[in-house]
């Protein structure tokens, strides 16, 4: 069963302290990315990566950092320079070699800072 | 960069009524322009998409229209349905790789 899998569902953090949200897909796809949503706002563009081991800023990167090591993963660090990190995260994924970016998303993470 | 405008921000039906959402966007070398519906406490997924060589698309009750010209999209479903409601987004290819999103239509189906 390929997809896209978000750990945890829902995250507490407490001010102060680093979080690492999970990614994983095994849809085979190159390109992976990270966008933050708050309410009634669309998704903004955190951090993508093309391929393992190479990753780029997105429109919103300060506070936060990533790793692609695997293929498979993307994991997500929320540091603590990060000062509105309250939000609902979504990772995606998309195959590369195409001109056209059909994105597909993960359930995603609802994090809250205490 | 790619920006995308998205009306309206809310919009309510009667069930078995069509529904329109419209969006515009800035940059003419944007091929690409997908649909997403998303519901409460879950990632958006790809309803429908449009590619800028095709000017329509349809898949049973939804369709996507595109006017390069005017540089503006359009979702419509007909016969919607209380299953319909959700929140939907469009976007726009805004680079190699990377999609611009709007800020999203709160559609609400009531019976």
């Known amino acids: 069963d390929g997809g896209i899998t978000q750990s945890p569902k829902y995250l507490f953090r407490k001010e102060g302290q680093n979080v690492t949200l999970s990614c994983e897909q095994n849809l085979n796809h190159d390109a992976m990315y990270w966008y933050r949503q708050d309410p009634g706002q669309g998704l903004r563009l955190i951090y993508y990566s093309q391929i393992v081991n190479d990753f780029q800023k997105g429109d919103i990167a300060e506070g936060y950092s990533v790793s692609r090591e695997k293929k498979e993963s993307f994991p997500l660090t929320v540091t603590s320079a990060q000062k509105n990190p309250t939000a609902f995260y979504l990772c995606?994924?998309?195959?590369?070699?195409?001109?056209?970016?059909?994105?597909?998303f993960g359930p995603g993470t609802r994090l809250t800072v205490l | 960069g790619e920006n995308v405008e998205q009306h309206p921000s809310t919009l309510s039906v009667q069930e078995g009524d069509s529904a329109v959402i419209k969006c515009t966007y800035s940059?003419?070398?944007?091929?690409?322009f997908p649909w997403y519906k998303q519901e409460l406490g879950k990632g958006p997924q790809l309803i429908i998409d449009?590619?800028?060589?095709?000017g329509e698309k349809k898949d049973q009750r939804i369709a996507v229209t595109l006017n390069k010209t005017a540089k503006h999209f359009s979702l419509h479903i007909t016969e919607t349905q209380p299953e319909d409601s959700a929140v939907y987004f469009c976007?726009?290819?805004?680079?190699?790789?990377?999609?611009?999103f709007g800020t999203g239509t709160r559609l609400l189906v009531s019976p």
């Open positions: 940059d003419s070398a944007s091929n690409y």
């Open positions: 449009i590619r800028s060589n095709v």
């Open positions: 976007a726009a290819s805004g680079g190699f790789q990377k999609l611009v």
């Open positions: 995606a994924s998309s195959p590369t070699g195409t001109p056209y970016n059909e994105q597909f």
